[in-house]
């Protein structure tokens, strides 16, 4: 359905069993769970999917291995159980990622971590080689059963120095061990969103749309595309807005059922860095460490690039967040602490992100000891109001599992039956994924008359769902688009298909077009223009539109409008060089 059919459809039937309020993944995690129940389920998210916390995720799917010091064995245990799901039900998204945690003390963090897990401290320390065996052995424990990766391993300090030369001096030893890491996030929420949609008419959702009470069970939804709107009676209401929940929960609930904070977040923020030393130094593995005050980084290539984090400080608003200065600063001395020997420029940092984690309210003066597990909590409505199903907490790793918990807390107030499970259920490209790769794709592109090495990228991007693209691009005639391996139809079916509203929507979340740094002035253009054209805007709506999403790339992701034209500059000088070689 379109935005006005869904609304059509919402004012000739407003009853509904559930709405979901918050678009993020752990909501469409549990719209999706109720729509393979055969719910009547909404979904209203204010902004676009996956476009808050859930697009600023460290790009790790990880089962925690920092929170066992918290005592936090149960969640450790979800998420490791969570991630080889993933590995299984989304091998075009989700991979294993070779860690390494650089160590530079043998006894070090022994006391204070115990003491820590006894909740007797609050401050960070160093961790030493035994207190990181330990962890590695319970993280090795706790994936026995499945095996899906290899155990953990130590090296000496000159098998550390001879595969990862420019490590800090210092260095004792390491220790290797096995994550994941997820390369399209946002595309992995609209497939879970698209997973929902299909299993019916009565589950629907809306993206760019807010809600507020306006009566006794009843709530206004506003379309802030179109201007257009609908009155819904939802049964229950499930509030999955994350940082926003407070926020949010003083829109649905009248003054005197409101309840005391629920979230207390901390903003994170990362830094992508164009830097081949760097690139190279970390010889396909992400770098697990510790900076000199204890608080935990990461380091690992992604999309040619190397992603570098991350902070965490609290934040009161969670719609103002962005990397600070200062949190660049500190990113940048914790790798010069790790990576002595590299320097980075700062016209290296070719983007950057910051998001809100949903945790818990809290008063601990450390926010590492903050709990990352997740739990629902419910409002009570009354006069007639629904109740308001809160989802407190949580992590990326374990929306499924969390979306599951939230489903199950509905259904059983709603008085039905679960049906279908998700555990292993496969998400969008991921089904039917081949064992063959490169058969699969001569096939297909042998079926649908495009080339062999244009039907291997839409693989790379889409894995399985890419069969449907390239017979939507064969479709018809199709040109490339400028400066990047993207063509005019493959983006013209993300616009028609995927609630694409706004040209961050493409640029930002269906595609990696600009946190990978391929985004050139020229490029940018190009994109709105199709946009433009397809949603029939104005000149006027497509000037302002351009102005929004610059203003947004500058503010929220430090690339300014002058990066953008001279990737122009770059671009061309690349492909002039290409034909000369050619």
Not at 175 to 190: C, F, K, M, N, Q
Not at 306 to 313: A, E, M, R, W
Not at 415 to 439: H, N, V, W
Not at 535 to 540: D, E, I, L, N
Request: proline share 4%.
């Amino acid at each position: 359905m379109n935005r006005e059919e869904t609304l059509d459809g919402l004012r000739r039937s407003p009853k509904m069993d559930v709405c979901v309020i918050g678009g993020g993944i752990n909501g469409i995690s549990a719209f999706r769970e109720l729509a393979l129940q055969g719910l009547d389920v909404l979904l209203v998210e204010k902004h676009d999917y996956c476009s808050g916390a859930s697009a600023a995720l460290s790009r790790m799917v990880h089962g925690g291995l920092r929170y066992l010091e918290n005592g936090e064995f149960k969640l450790v245990q979800e998420s490791l159980a969570e991630r080889d799901r993933l590995l299984r039900n989304a091998p075009h998204y989700v991979a294993p990622l070779p860690t390494t945690v650089p160590v530079f003390d043998i006894f070090s963090g022994l006391g204070n971590g115990l003491v820590r897990f006894l909740g007797l401290s609050r401050r960070p320390s160093r961790r030493g080689a035994i207190a990181i065996k330990v962890g590695l052995s319970i993280y090795d424990f706790l994936t026995r059963k499945r095996a899906m990766m290899p155990r953990h391993q130590f090296r000496g300090r000159s098998g550390t120095v001879a595969k990862w030369p420019a490590l800090n001096s210092d260095i004792r030893s390491s220790a290797t061990y096995y994550d994941a890491w997820v390369s399209h996030p946002e595309r992995l929420g609209i497939e879970l969103l698209d997973d929902g949609l299909s299993a019916g008419s009565a589950a629907r959702a809306l993206n760019y749309a807010e809600i507020r009470r306006t009566g006794e069970g009843r709530y206004l939804i506003r379309d802030t595309i179109a201007g257009a709107s609908a009155t819904i009676e939802p049964t229950l209401i499930i509030n999955a807005t994350g940082g926003w929940i407070d926020i949010t929960n003083e829109a649905l609930l009248k003054p005197e059922t409101q309840t005391s904070p629920l979230m207390g977040g901390t903003k994170g923020s990362h830094l992508i860095i164009d830097n081949a030393a760097l690139y190279d130094a970390l010889a396909g593995h992400m770098i697990y460490y510790e900076n000199e005050d204890g608080r935990i980084c990461i380091l690992f290539p992604y999309l040619g690039k190397v992603l570098v984090g991350s902070t965490d400080i609290r934040v009161d608003d969670p719609g103002s967040v962005r990397c600070e200065a200062d949190e660049r600063d500190y990113i940048l001395q914790s790798l010069f602490f790790v990576l002595p020997g590299i320097t980075i420029r700062p016209e290296e940092i070719s983007f950057q992100f910051s998001g809100v984690r949903p945790l818990p309210a809290s008063t601990d003066s450390f926010t590492g000891r903050i709990p990352r597990d997740h739990f629902c909590t419910i409002v009570d409505g009354d006069d007639g109001d629904p109740s308001v199903l809160c989802m407190i907490g949580g992590k990326w790793t374990t929306f499924r599992s969390f979306g599951e918990l939230a489903a199950d807390l509905a259904l059983e107030r709603l008085g039905k039956q679960r049906r279908i499970s998700t555990a292993d259920r496969e998400i969008g490209g991921g089904r039917r994924f081949p064992l063959d790769r490169a058969a699969w794709i001569a096939q297909v592109a042998a079926e649908k008359g495009i080339p062999g090495s244009r039907m291997a990228t839409l693989f790379g991007r889409y894995g399985t769902h890419a069969e449907a693209i390239a017979g939507f691009i064969a479709m018809a005639p199709d040109l490339p688009m400028p400066h990047a391996d993207y063509s005019q139809r493959e983006l013209i079916f993300l616009i028609r298909n995927e609630a694409a509203e706004h040209l961050d929507d493409l640029l930002l979340r269906r595609t990696t077009l600009a946190i990978s740094g391929a985004l050139s002035a020229q490029m940018m253009d190009a994109v709105l223009d199709l946009l433009a054209t397809e949603k029939a805007w104005t000149p006027a709506q497509r000037s302002a539109e351009r102005t929004r999403f610059l203003t947004l790339l500058r503010e929220r992701h430090g690339v300014a409008e002058s990066t953008l034209s001279e990737r122009n500059e770059q671009r061309s000088m690349e492909c002039e060089t290409t034909a000369k070689s050619g």
